[in-house]
């Protein structure tokens, strides 16, 4: 969908995870400190301290593993005792609650900066590795003549799109259009069904066509979208629903079965 090419800002992932494991370090001190050892902050510290511990070790008989060491730091993001913050003012003696609670949100700040950021530099650089493999794909199958299901999208979409006579035939071929499980529906498919509803024949910007009144019908629950891998978004179904809603269209909610 994306074939030019995609800004890669600057990243140093070494430095990056250094700066991490820092802020845990900070975090895990904390764990002596803990009036008792069942408080739930307390409990995240000292879980910290072990993993920092079992990393040192393991660090002192081989070189550090960055694809390894970033998997984890997901893994040690996702730990429930993050989520609980305990009661009593005073976490230790003179140390007030709060001031951990703080340190805590911002090391929880700290690792989802950098996964975004880390997330964003592999995409950009598997989109740069992959490209080569999506045009020789694309190349083998316009010489052997062979479509595949996308392929078969993209061009009932073109050619709804760039020639008139055929958008308009099918527009008036086809007088009703019933969609079930719309939640599933694709951006292609959206665009398809936009074009074949058209109010107005001649517009062939599916973005910002109207639908012609009492020609589409549509059922979706966004509870069942399942079909993420397949390109469906449920957020794009929303996004067509209020376009629908603002059009005119009328919402029909079934809540008896």
């Known amino acids: 969908d994306f074939d030019g090419d995609w800004r890669r800002d600057p990243f140093d992932r070494a430095a990056g995870i250094q700066t991490v494991l820092d802020e845990l370090a900070t975090l895990a001190a904390f ?32 070189a ?6 970033e998997a ?21 003696d003179g140390l007030p609650r709060a001031e951990v609670v703080a ?23 598997l989109h740069e590795e992959l490209r080569p493999l999506v045009v020789a794909y694309t190349s083998l199958g316009a010489r052997s003549g062979r479509l595949d299901f996308f392929d078969l999208l993209e061009r009932a979409r073109d050619v709804l799109r760039d020639d008139p006579s055929v958008r308009r035939d099918y527009q008036q071929r086809f007088t009703r259009f019933f969609v079930d499980e719309f939640q599933d529906t694709d951006p292609l498919q959206v665009e398809i069904l936009m074009l074949l509803c058209a109010d107005v024949p001649a ?10 009144p009492g020609k589409l019908f549509v059922v979706g629950d966004p509870k069942q979208a399942i079909y993420r891998f397949r390109r469906a978004d449920v957020a794009l179904y929303e996004q067509v629903k209020r376009r629908l809603l603002g059009d005119g269209a009328k919402l029909v909610e079934l809540t008896t079965s």
């Open 72 to 92: 984890e730091l997901a893994t040690v993001a996702r730990w429930w005792e993050w989520r609980y913050s305990g009661r009593n003012k005073q976490y230790g």
């Open 64 to 69: 550090r593993d960055l694809d390894g060491l």
């Open 203 to 212: 517009c062939a910007d599916a973005a910002h066509v109207r639908i012609k």
């Open 31 to 62: 764990a002596s400190r803990a009036q008792s050892a069942s408080d739930p902050l307390a409990k995240l510290c000292a879980r910290l301290a072990n993993w920092l511990g079992d990393l040192a070790r393991r660090e002192a008989i081989r």
């Open 103 to 125: 340190i805590r949100d911002h090391v929880i700040a700290a690792i989802a900066a950098f996964r975004q950021a880390a997330d964003a530099d592999l995409a950009a650089c």
